[in-house]
């Protein structure tokens, strides 16, 4: 499987990172190194075999469900980029 | 004064007992220390204000007597840990300015014992890299040396910071993290020690998250003792992390004995790659006969899916770290790239993450997206993880033939220089982690012991890989490598 450099800016567009036209062919480039590499896992026989959930088998412990703390949107607001009133503030989503 | 940076943790806690010593004497030590350690770049945000008024108090604690063993310890964080007030990037320019308002699980435990935080230290970015080389503060530098040559070498990653902080004495010990060997490979290249408990000994909580199922922190120290002094205080259960294990923890340093007669350490054959160097084999071979000579039974053993583990991991921790990183958005914290007329949400997305992210994490996040990506999920990310549980199992029958341990190289090769590996593609980087990565994906707990020293002079480590929750076990397995080592070189200042 060769990663084209149309599905390099496919990859790149839905991981929200911008890579110009130019760097394209070299991100191809290393992620059919990565690949490649990765490629090997087809020689395992896998049949039969559950893919790992957790690696320790425990219960994940549960809570009652209630409120256990808040009231702090100055602390969750204070190292925003952009925050005004009480909100983080964001480039206009909807037109 | 320097001096007393040199004392391991055991002795600066009896010390401190004795009155021999105050921590205010101590962390003035280690902040002269760091101020004139500039050019190993371990230290990459400096903490005196509050390492005083820590060690102030911890003074006044140890007075009133019955303090905890690391009360006046000073002691540096890796840059993963969320420190209160204090910059937290994760070696990250996406994380610029940050500054959490809470405080990591397990440096709270640590200061809530008495410990003294001097700052926080360089790692690769995000814990991604194995030589400390894709950091946004630019490379921590090895103390060590090859010789006479002044070439600069890695202290390994992703905690290349701890490693060389605790290898020059700059501190008594170092927080560190491993998710693919992030502890274990940069303490074989200083010659120091360094646990990764068995996952879910140590609370995630606070610590930057870059692959959920493998992250653990763990101690590095300048040896066993100290290792198993500062583990103890950083592990127990949590509930703000729901992988927490809730399980007694064991007084690992009354553990250290060691006695390991009759214990069972099994060798993997699958563990002997081509290429080796000679020096990594024979060192091998000589743990193999320290521990025999100890009093061990030593058993050759398989462990069949091994040459699987790095392409397993190299599926299983970027399709992770493609998720814990969508968090970086340039919305809630950290950087947020300027924008031009007309950018919308989605501009202000990809600048933000193009101009905050460096090569290597955009890369993992890369083959992490597309691996998850519609279409391929099961061929890669569904595939890794049934291998993944075939590496767990390897483990598992062996520890079933009643094996207590298990003995390898730490790394497969001695520190390299910084810039050496810059022309090889990502994949050859991805090698140093071979020995350790497996110990992630089973989750076990492993520690890297220095042993003995390469031709040209750097130190080498072994690896003991033990059975999940018996870090107590494995560390005086580790006590009784180390004393029949006895490996005490230490590099000479040049810095």
Known sequence: MSIDIETAARVAHLARIKVEEDELPALANAFNDILGFIEQLNEVDVEGVEPMVSVTPMRLKRRKDGVTDGGMADKVLSNAPDAREGFFAVPKVVE | ?495
């Open chain 2, 1 to 495: 004064m320097t001096e007393l940076t040199k004392l391991k943790i055991a002795e600066a806690r009896d010390a401190l007992r004795k009155g021999d010593v105050t921590s205010a004497e101590l962390t003035e030590a280690c902040l002269t220390a760091i101020e004139g350690a500039g050019a190993l770049n371990a230290f990459v945000h400096k903490t005196p204000e509050i390492a005083r008024e820590q060690a102030a108090a911890a003074d006044a604690r140890i007075k009133a007597g019955e303090a905890p063993a690391l009360c006046g310890i000073p002691l540096g964080i890796k840059d993963l840990f969320c420190t209160k007030g204090v910059a937290s990037q994760a070696a990250s320019n996406i994380l610029g300015g940050f500054k959490p308002e809470y405080e990591s699980t397990v440096t709270s435990q640590l200061f809530d014992a008495g410990a003294v935080m001097l700052g926080k230290l360089n790692m690769d970015e995000f814990a991604m890299g194995s030589s400390n080389e894709t950091s946004c503060y630019g490379n921590a530098v090895n103390p060590w040396r090859r010789g006479n040559d002044d070439a600069q070498l890695t202290p390994g990653g992703s905690s290349g910071g701890s490693a060389s902080a605790v290898a020059a004495d700059l501190c008594l010990g170092a927080t560190g993290t491993d998710t693919g060997g992030s502890i274990r490979q940069p303490a074989a290249f200083t010659g120091i020690t360094g646990i990764k408990p068995t996952y879910g000994r140590c609370s995630r909580w606070g610590i930057v998250a870059f692959a959920s199922s493998l992250d653990q922190a763990g101690p590095m120290a300048k040896d066993v003792r100290d290792c198993a002094i500062m583990l103890q205080a950083m592990c127990g259960h949590d509930p703000k992390d729901s992988t927490s294990a809730d399980l007694a923890v064991p007084d690992f340093e009354s553990l250290l004995t060691g006695d390991i007669k009759g214990k069972t350490i099994g060798i993997p054959r699958e563990y002997r790659m081509d290429g080796m160097p000679e020096e990594i084999d024979a060192l091998w071979a000589e743990g193999r006969k320290m521990l025999e000579d100890a009093g061990a039974k030593i058993v050759d053993i398989s462990l069949p899916h091994t040459k699987y583990a790095l392409p397993a991991y190299y599926v299983i921790a970027p399709a992770e770290a493609s998720s814990n990183l969508a968090r970086y958005d340039g919305v809630r914290y950290g950087h947020r790239a300027k924008l031009s007329q007309g950018d919308g949400i989605v501009e202000m997305y990809e600048k933000t993450r193009a101009e905050g992210f460096g090569d290597e994490v955009k890369r993992r996040v890369m083959v992490g997206t597309y691996v998850l990506s519609a279409g391929f999920y099961d061929a890669y990310y569904n595939r890794a993880r049934k291998v993944r549980t075939l590496i767990k199992k390897d483990f598992e029958d062996v520890f079933a033939q009643g094996v207590d341990a298990i003995l390898t190289p730490a790394t497969p090769s001695a520190a390299f220089g910084l810039g050496e590996m810059t022309e090889a593609d990502p994949v050859a980087m991805y090698l140093n982690d071979v020995f350790t990565v497996t110990v992630n994906l089973a989750g076990l707990p492993g520690i890297a012991v220095p042993a003995g020293l390469s031709k040209q002079g750097l130190p080498l480590g072994l690896q003991l890989i033990g059975r999940p929750w018996e870090e107590g076990d494995l560390l005086n397995t580790a006590y009784a490598l180390e004393q029949a080592a006895g490996f005490v070189a230490k590099p000479s200042k040049w810095w």
